[in-house]
């Protein structure tokens, strides 16, 4: 069935670094992808999504473009900021089903 | 604004009791969801709802139910709660099918099952 990895965290930055987040998939047909953000004590807030090989989602200064090649969907922000402190988790709207389907969740803690 | 929102945001229960966790949305959607977050595990589909008395399980449907009499409100219901069932649960609505649609979550409930 459709499935999504995401690289284990928690990952540690300083302020002002680049980030990185992996996202792999596997899918039948052609899904969307999406990555969603959950601050502490609240729920899932969509960040940003791709609905076709090669677009490019946005939002916030993050950027994730959808590989089909690579079957792949990295998050990627240039500076990381404190406030983008949180757990992160990319997600593919199965074509087949219709549902959503999340990665286990990244941990991303930003220090001063 | 529309929302969505739960009750309780905590909840400590007793194994083999019953509970029931609210959702109601204001966005006016079709679409309902449930899920548990657990560690390592990410999120998992419950159970979800189309519409008015539409009812369908999801991946990790076992223990759980849930009835759609409105629009607004898709509550869950652990029938005897288990201890594997302490966990965080989201609700999530949707307005419509396709590639471009979003869920919107709520708060979340932290069930802890004693």
């Known amino acids: 069935g459709d499935s999504v990895t995401q690289m284990e965290g928690p990952v540690t930055l300083s302020e002002e670094a680049f980030l990185t987040i992996n996202c792999t998939y596997t899918a039948t047909g052609y899904p969307s992808l999406f990555w969603y953000v959950q601050y502490p004590g609240e729920g899932l807030q969509l960040l940003l999504k791709a609905t076709k090989a090669d677009d490019k989602g946005s939002n916030k200064g993050f950027e994730a473009t959808y590989r089909k090649e690579t079957t792949s969907f990295h998050l990627e922000k240039g500076s990381v900021q404190v406030s983008d402190s949180a757990v992160y988790f990319c997600a593919l709207l199965s074509s087949n089903t219709g549902k959503l389907i999340f990665g286990q969740g990244t941990t991303l803690q930003v220090k001063p | 604004d529309a929302e969505i929102t739960q009750s309780p945001r905590h909840k400590i229960t007793e194994t083999g009791r019953q509970v029931t966790l609210a959702c109601h949305q204001t966005w006016n959607h079709n679409n309902m969801f449930w899920y548990r977050q657990d560690l390592g595990h990410g999120l998992r589909l419950i159970h979800y709802s189309y519409g008015v008395h539409d009812t369908n399980k999801g991946e990790v449907s076992d223990g759980y139910s849930v009835s759609r009499s409105n629009t607004e409100d898709l509550p869950l219901t652990l029938e005897s709660a288990a201890s594997s069932q302490t966990s965080v649960y989201f609700c999530?609505?949707?307005?419509?099918?396709?590639?471009?649609?979003?869920?919107?979550f709520g708060p979340g409930t932290r069930l802890t099952v004693t």
């Open positions: 999530a609505s949707s307005d419509s099918w396709g590639s471009s649609y979003e869920q919107y």
